[in-house]
Each structure stands twice: as C-alpha cells, then as structure tokens.
C-alpha cells in the first residue's frame, strides 16, 4: 500500500470516528439524559391550599379550578444523532387555563400555551421548534379544549390517584383535531392534579417533520402534561 492510499485511509477512518464517535461521545458523556415522563408521581409540589377554602378531600369539589403556576406542558420527541439513539424533551410552565367540576363530573376544561416560551437542553432545536417547525410568530399558542363531560369515579375525592380518558379538541400549529387519550389524575391538598400525555403524528397537525442536518426523527412525538389546578 502507498504512503498516499495510507494517509487516505487514515482521514476516512479519521472521518468516521468522528462522524460515529462524537455524538456517542456527546450523547452518553456530555450531554444529559432527557428528563423523566411527566407524571403525578414525578410532580413537584402543588401550589399549597388556601386554609379559608374547601380542600378537595372534602368531598365538595363543585365549582372552577384554574390552573397553578407548577403546571408543566411539553413535548417529547425519538431522536437520532447520526446513528445515535436519544430524546429531543422540551417543556414550559407558561400555562393557563381552568376546569368546572359539577354533579360529580368534569363539565368543562382548556388549557392554552405559550409555545415561544418551550425550552429544551439545546438552543438549535428551540430556534427550530419556534421557528419552520411550529412557527411561533403565527401561531403564538396551542390550546386544549375538553368536548365530553369526565365522570369522576366514587372515590375520587378520597385523594386516591385514578386512571380515566379524556375526549377534546386540540389545536397544535392552526389545525384543530379530536383526540382522546388517558389520564392520571388526583384530588387531593386542594388541588386537583392530572397528568398525561397525547401522541401527535406530525402530518396529521400540518407539522413539519423536526429532523434536521444530521438528526433524525420519527413521524410522532408526545405531548406531555402534568396540570395543577386550585381555586
């Protein structure tokens, strides 16, 4: 073999480890794991009771909840790093939005975010997310809107976690959709928690898919939340 086809080699091979070997690098060295899935169990803690107002254990729970300032939406999305598995996970409190709860059911909800204001652990990704990905500027906010009443189980004002599905519209990027999906959720310190997450097929919202340079995607993402409400 010549001292040129050598030195070739030498730079393709160079090449490589540093086209596979940097994002291995990155990704299981450098760069931190992606946060847990948002659940009750992983909440911080809720806004405390006001003492001069009925706690949820008190079994009357009938009237408007809103939304409190620990409340977390975001997205989580399968990423691959030239060739290496990880999380693109980004997420927001700037959240608002209420429930009416009467003759034992969840009558009304709807929640609305800010998107601008979803931050991950990457600059890039936000300046895509904000930008030919969500298009923040023209679609500032993404909103959920409950369309069925959510009959509460018997023993959901005993502070007991419960599993039920919700049924709404939601708005992600101008295209409004029905979907339905599970929830975890919890009456309980004056507050009403729910937790959960919505699968969003890209196409199906107009969303352009996030892959980029040398990061792909898959053709979905979740939408998490874990929503704190207090009256």
């Known amino acids: 073999m010549s001292k040129r086809t050598k030195s070739l080699l030498a730079v393709v091979v160079a090449a490589v480890v540093l086209i596979v070997g940097g994002p291995w690098v990155y990704i299981n060295l450098i760069k931190e794991d992606a946060p847990d ?13 006001d003492t001069n107002q009925t706690s949820a254990d008190s079994g009357d729970v009938s009237g408007t909840w809103t ?82 009443p959510i009959t509460l189980p018997d023993a959901a004002t005993s502070g007991t976690e419960f599993a039920i599905d919700a049924t709404g519209d939601l708005s992600l990027r101008g ?13 309980t310190n004056g507050a009403v928690r729910v937790a959960g997450k919505i699968n969003v097929v890209f196409a199906d919202w107009s969303i352009p898919n996030p892959g980029f340079g040398g990061i792909t995607t898959e053709d979905n993402g979740d939408l998490e939340f874990l929503l704190s409400f207090s009256r």
């Open 37 to 49: 899935e948002l659940s009750l169990d992983a909440t911080t803690a809720t806004q405390p009771a």
């Open 67 to 148: 939304i409190a300032q620990d409340s977390v939406v975001g997205y989580r999305v399968k990423e691959v790093l030239f060739g290496q598995d990880t999380e693109g996970v980004g997420r927001t409190s700037q959240v608002t939005g209420s429930l009416t709860i009467a003759d034992n059911a969840v009558s009304a909800a709807e929640f609305t975010v800010d998107m601008a204001s979803i931050e991950s652990d990457s600059g890039k990704r936000d300046s895509q997310f904000r930008g030919r990905i969500m298009d923040t500027v023209t679609y500032p906010t993404a909103t959920f809107t409950l369309t069925s």
């Open 175 to 187: 295209v409004t959709k029905s979907v339905t999906f599970p929830l975890e959720a919890q009456l």
